[in-house]
């Protein structure tokens, strides 16, 4: 199994970003996709995932309202689109896949390597 995260990159506060994850080697429409990060000296924190079918979605907190998850499994691909970003954004970005609605990092069953995301004040 493979999650192939990328899409991160420097932007200034109140930009955009949108990140990819294709997936390979499972089957993508049998797994609940999601997205953590992990911040500067901070451990792994939940950030959004999608259900199976994609009419579904949870957010933590401090994105809810700025940044949207979607998923093609047409295309084996889950997408985070980020808006209004802020510095304590700044991290790197991973993807994540799981037979269960996950929030815990325990739970998941798959990870994708991560990609940084770096949002300058």
């Known amino acids: 199994v493979q999650l192939q995260a990328s899409g991160g990159g420097l932007v200034e506060a109140g930009g955009s970003l949108t990140l990819s994850c294709a997936a390979s080697g499972l089957t993508f429409s049998s797994y609940v996709m999601g997205w953590f990060r992990r911040a500067p000296g901070k451990e792994r924190e939940f950030v959004a995932h999608?259900?199976?079918?994609?009419?579904?979605?949870l957010y933590s907190g401090s994105v809810k309202g700025r940044f949207t998850i979607s998923r093609d499994n047409a295309n084996n691909t889950a997408y985070l689109q980020m808006n209004s970003l802020k510095p304590e954004d700044t991290a790197v970005y991973y993807c994540?896949?799981?037979?269960?609605?996950?929030?815990?990092?325990?739970?998941?069953?798959?990870w994708g390597r991560g990609t940084l995301v770096t949002v300058s004040s």
């Open positions: 994540a896949a799981s037979r269960i609605r996950a929030t815990a990092s325990r739970s998941i069953d798959y």
């Open positions: 999608i259900n199976w079918s994609g009419d579904s979605t």
